[in-house]
């Protein structure tokens, strides 16, 4: 009878699966100024991320590219500066504002108003009515 048990218990503990080890996640801690922690956060916050996920998102990055992000200039220099556009973006800009215009001819000073030309259009309907 005991060895019956003993066979019974060994053939338990051997097809018993083998015990996964738990995966454990690393902390990271960087110092980071506060001024850019605090913004950073917000901005995290608004794009519904947290600084884990950016921190996860980095060193992935690292991994695949094996170099570290090239910056676009330090946040003071950037501060308050407009991008300018090219010749080519600016005419692209013209010929949709010029598409977007509603009126008899290209806008100027004395072309009408909005205002005169929903007037004019409800007077020019409702007279076929009259």
Known sequence: MRLIVLIVAQYYI??????????????????????????????????????????????RYVLAERRLPEPRGTLERQQGQHRQLSAGQQARIARSLRAM??????????????????????????????
Request: aromatic share 6%; net charge positive; proline share 8%.
């Open 14 to 59: 051997m097809m018993k699966p083998p015990r996964k080890e738990a995966i454990m996640d690393a902390t990271v801690s960087a110092r980071v100024p506060v001024a850019v922690k605090a913004e950073g956060n917000a901005l995290l916050s608004e794009l519904g991320a947290t600084p884990s996920q950016l921190i996860n998102a980095a060193y």
């Open 101 to 130: 215009y509603v009126g008899d001819s290209s806008p100027a000073a004395e072309a009408p108003s909005f205002k005169q030309q929903l007037n004019q259009a409800r007077d020019d309907r409702y007279a076929r009515f009259a």
